[in-house]
Every structure is written in structure tokens, then in C-alpha cells.
């Protein structure tokens, strides 16, 4: 059982800042989302190639507060919008979850329209090695990255930096074999997309 990288999330205060942000850093424009009504948030979406995308996901204002701790530890989020999150994708979420680090969260079913899918989701939001390990998902169906316009970007390599990174290496052994994917050693978690557009290579923090 092996993990696939599916898509990367960059979390934002409003949506309109994190729009503003991924735009200026890419030179891209965003399609709309959706909302997610059990953590109350909403997204925007970038169709990558490869069969990923990119999201922007803040806390919806209209939305009532939810009930559990929303995902993406967006309760405790603050300053500029950052790309604080990596999801990825496997056939069996029981069967990752039982090789991944303790806190890696539980399942819980989700749907968007008619999107299907399980989300291991944290208990208090927050996920192990302080965000660097990845969100797990298994998507029933159909998946949002065929639905999107292409964007023209490609992600070349993710950078993952943290303290504990061989720790974290370890804790991904045998999980996931991604040549794009890149931990690093760094004085605080912080992750880095480098991304191939019509405009060159950008970067997107």
C-alpha cells in the first residue's frame, strides 16, 4: 500500500487573500470551489498537471461554527497565507492510517456536490510533525482535478523543511516513493512548491 500525491492546500485568513497570494506568486487565476459544511470552510481550486491541483482554503464566514475542530488547523491560524498543508491520496485510509504516526487523524466521510470522498482527519486539527506529515484521502468516484481547467503548471518538487526531518523521513518509509517530494532539514516546519508555469519556475510558500 502506497501513497500518491494528490493535491496541496494553502491556507489563508479569507479566500480573497489567498487568491491574491497563489495569483501573484504563479501569474494564474483560480476557479471557484465549494463549501465544506462539517468544518466551515470554503476553497478555491488550480488544476496542475499530473492529475493534481492546488486549493486555497480559509474559514467561511457565513458558515456556521462547527462542531469539531475545523481541519487544516485553520482554528489557529493567523498572518499571511501560506502553503501549510499536503494531501495524498491511497486505496485503503484504514490501512495508511495504521502505518502512520500516531495523531494522523480518524476517518470521516465528506462530500462537496458530488464529490465522494474519506479524509483522515485529526482530532484537533492539527497533523503529525506539525503539518509536515501529509492528510491522507480516498476519493469514491470521481476526483476534482478532472474537472478543472488546466492551468498550464506543473509541480516540479515539494520542499518540506523541519527539525525533525529525519524523523519524518522515516515516519514516510516505505508510505510514499515521490521524486518531487524533498525533506529538508530547517529551524521550523515550512513547506515550498516549486512550480513550472508559463512564466518560469515560481515558487509558492
Do not use: K
Not at 487573500?17 to 501569474?27: N, S
Not at 525533525?164 to 529538508?184: C, M, N, P, W
Amino acid at each position: 500500500m502506497m501513497l500518491e500525491l494528490d493535491h496541496l492546500a494553502v491556507a489563508a485568513a479569507t479566500l480573497e487573500e489567498g487568491r491574491a497570494h497563489v495569483e501573484a506568486a504563479l501569474g494564474v487565476t483560480l476557479q471557484a470551489g465549494g463549501q465544506h459544511a462539517r468544518f466551515g470552510t470554503h476553497n478555491l481550486l488550480l488544476g496542475l498537471e499530473d492529475g493534481l491541483y492546488l486549493e486555497v482554503i480559509a474559514v467561511d464566514p457565513a458558515a456556521p461554527a462547527p462542531a469539531v475542530p475545523r481541519w487544516f488547523d485553520l482554528d489557529s491560524f493567523g498572518g499571511a497565507p501560506r502553503l501549510g498543508t499536503w494531501i495524498c491520496r491511497c486505496d485503503d485510509l484504514e490501512a495508511a492510517l495504521a502505518r502512520a504516526p500516531e495523531g494522523a487523524g480518524v476517518p470521516v466521510d465528506l462530500a462537496r456536490g458530488d464529490l465522494r470522498w474519506r479524509m483522515a482527519v485529526a482530532r484537533d486539527g492539527r497533523m503529525p510533525f506539525g503539518g509536515a506529515f501529509p492528510a491522507l484521502i480516498q476519493w469514491q468516484g470521481a476526483h476534482p482535478a478532472a474537472r478543472l481547467t488546466p492551468s498550464g503548471c506543473r509541480l516540479r518538487r515539494l520542499v518540506i523543511a523541519h527539525p525533525a526531518a529525519d524523523d519524518l523521513r522515516r515516519a514516510l518509509s516505505g508510505l510514499i516513493d515521490d521524486t518531487r517530494v524533498a525533506i529538508e532539514a530547517g529551524a521550523i516546519m515550512a513547506l515550498q512548491a516549486e512550480i513550472e508555469t508559463a512564466h518560469g519556475l515560481r515558487r509558492l510558500g
